[in-house]
């Protein structure tokens, strides 16, 4: 293995406690998590919440298709190799569209737009520019934040031309290791060349908030190959990193059972890789955004967790305040202040409820005052490593926090828990706490590290 990057380890900071990091945990980009929602939520909720919505308002547009599947994948996506597959999925989300706005009151305000998959460049230029005009045709935003995510493999120049044209400034690239190893291994090859093509892109089509995704643990990798990743990224001038563990749930993904198992690291080993990364990244002069984001002190982001303005929604963690975010596209979900809605998974039945003047919502659960209030305090771990919890329920969760408090991973300031140094990695863990529904099931969720 290589040394290029020139990164010694120093001492583990944080203490490695394995029977409190094998307990799965949600990644708690809602609460209640998806994993809540249930089939007793449909169209009128949907219809209903839109309906009451006022204020700033998010979208996010899902495109569930990509050129290439890769096979640690575990979104809802499919290969973007049927025309016609493709021209009716599109038909039926401008059909959402223009029924999610007729619904939508006139003091709701749309002030920020993101398009995810899958990938968005999945599909062709001209088409995507089509999708864009009918969001600004309907729904009218007021000066919106643009971000997209984009697979640097369809990268072409043209699509430069499109970022430039929709105004977008947040761009998303998966692009996972550079090893050329383990892009094999997981089924992504894409030398570094091809990437660096893709930030010159971006860049020149104004992009001013770029955002890698990076995973930790995948087969075969060593920590030099970690190393060399995470600097090739800061080389290139990343200005979001999202350092994250592949979870290997082939039970529930079936194309992961094309990556070989036996050479994936074992759990000690990725909670070194974890705080390798961390280590490198902060000494690479950027901030550390809860557990495995980072940013550079002048991105959004970071401004935003510096100043307690961080939140965290169904894109990870964001500087979006908004308290509606609507969901469009098969399987995209909606969060709304009393109601969280997904759409119908199936692409299929989507286009089909849609055909027929329905809105597609197949799922979601409604939020008590009690959810919001706990969901309140997963946020605030999460996101800034502390919050305020009532007595009451400092006493109803006390049983499970304590092997947290007895190792110093958290501490209680009067009414106020904090997350400590070492403890973390085990935020989500401690966050895990607060929620009344979790159920330890590797079926359902994934490790901590």
């Known amino acids: 293995m290589s040394g290029g990057a020139g990164f010694a380890l120093?001492?583990?900071?944080?203490?490695?406690?394995?029977?409190?990091?094998?307990?799965?945990?949600?990644?708690?980009?809602?609460?209640?998590?998806?994993?809540?929602?249930?089939?007793?939520?449909?169209?009128?909720?949907?219809?209903?919440?839109?309906?009451?919505?006022?204020?700033?308002?998010?979208?996010?547009?899902?495109?569930?298709?990509?050129?290439?599947?890769?096979?640690?994948?575990?979104?809802?996506?499919?290969?973007?190799?049927?025309?016609?597959?493709?021209?009716?999925?599109?038909?039926?989300?401008?059909?959402?569209?223009?029924?999610v706005a007729a619904r939508l009151p006139s003091d709701a305000r749309v002030r920020r737009i993101a398009f995810g998959g899958g990938s968005p460049n999945a599909i062709a230029p001209v088409d995507f520019v089509r999708l864009f005009n009918e969001l600004e045709l309907r729904f009218r935003p007021v000066d919106p934040i643009i971000s997209i995510e984009l697979d640097p493999r369809t990268l072409i120049d043209e699509?430069?031309?499109?970022?430039?044209?929709?105004?977008?400034?947040?761009?998303?690239?998966?692009?996972?290791?550079?090893?050329?190893?383990?892009?094999e291994a997981i089924g992504r090859v894409q030398p570094r060349d091809m990437i660096e093509r893709s930030v010159d892109i971006l860049r020149g089509a104004g992009v001013t908030s770029?955002?890698?995704?990076?995973?930790?643990?995948?087969?075969?990798?060593?920590?030099?190959?970690?190393?060399?990743?995470?600097?090739?990224?800061?080389?290139?001038?990343?200005?979001?990193?999202?350092?994250?563990?592949?979870?290997?749930?082939?039970?529930?993904?079936?194309?992961?059972?094309?990556?070989?198992?036996?050479?994936?690291?074992?759990?000690?080993?990725?909670?070194?890789?974890?705080?390798?990364?961390?280590?490198?990244?902060?000494?690479?002069?950027?901030?550390?955004?809860?557990?495995?984001?980072?940013?550079r002190p002048d991105d959004p982001l970071a401004k935003a967790a510096a100043t307690g303005q961080l939140h965290r929604n169904f894109q990870g963690f964001t500087d979006d305040a908004a308290a509606v975010l609507i969901g469009l596209g098969a399987s995209a979900i909606s969060n709304f202040p009393d109601v969280l809605v997904q759409n119908e998974k199936n692409s299929g039945r989507y286009r089909m409820l849609l055909s027929q003047g329905v809105l597609p919502a197949g799922l979601g659960v409604r939020r008590s005052a009690d959810d919001r209030m706990r969901g309140a305090i997963i946020e605030g771990l999460l996101c800034h490593g502390r919050a305020v919890v009532a007595p009451e329920l400092a006493r109803a969760v006390a049983q499970g926090l304590a092997p947290y408090l007895a190792r110093g991973l958290c501490v209680f300031d009067r009414e106020e828990l904090v997350i400590t140094d070492g403890g973390l990695p085990y935020a989500r863990s401690i966050a895990a706490q607060f929620d009344p529904y979790r159920q330890d099931s590797p079926r359902r969720f994934s490790s901590a590290i």
Not at 38 to 65: K, N, T
Not at 160 to 173: D, F, K, L, Q, W
Not at 247 to 267: C, W, Y
């Open 210 to 295: 770029l955002n890698f995704d990076l995973m930790y643990g995948l087969p075969g990798q060593g920590r030099d190959d970690l190393t060399d990743t995470l600097a090739d990224t800061v080389a290139l001038g990343a200005d979001r990193i999202a350092l994250f563990g592949y979870a290997h749930v082939p039970h529930l993904i079936a194309r992961q059972r094309r990556i070989d198992a036996s050479a994936l690291p074992p759990k000690e080993e990725r909670f070194v890789m974890a705080e390798m990364g961390y280590q490198q990244l902060v000494k690479a002069g950027y901030a550390a955004i809860g557990f495995d984001h980072f940013a």
């Open 10 to 99: 120093k001492p583990l900071m944080w203490p490695y406690y394995p029977d409190l990091l094998d307990k799965p945990v949600p990644r708690y980009t809602s609460f209640p998590t998806a994993a809540e929602f249930a089939g007793d939520i449909g169209p009128a909720d949907q219809m209903a919440a839109l309906e009451q919505a006022s204020g700033d308002v998010s979208l996010y547009i899902h495109i569930p298709f990509c050129e290439s599947i890769c096979w640690y994948c575990a979104c809802n996506t499919g290969a973007a190799n049927r025309r016609q597959r493709l021209a009716s999925y599109l038909d039926a989300l401008h059909r959402e569209i223009r029924m």
């Open 159 to 183: 699509w430069g031309n499109v970022v430039r044209g929709i105004g977008a400034t947040h761009a998303s690239m998966g692009v996972q290791t550079f090893a050329p190893h383990l892009q």
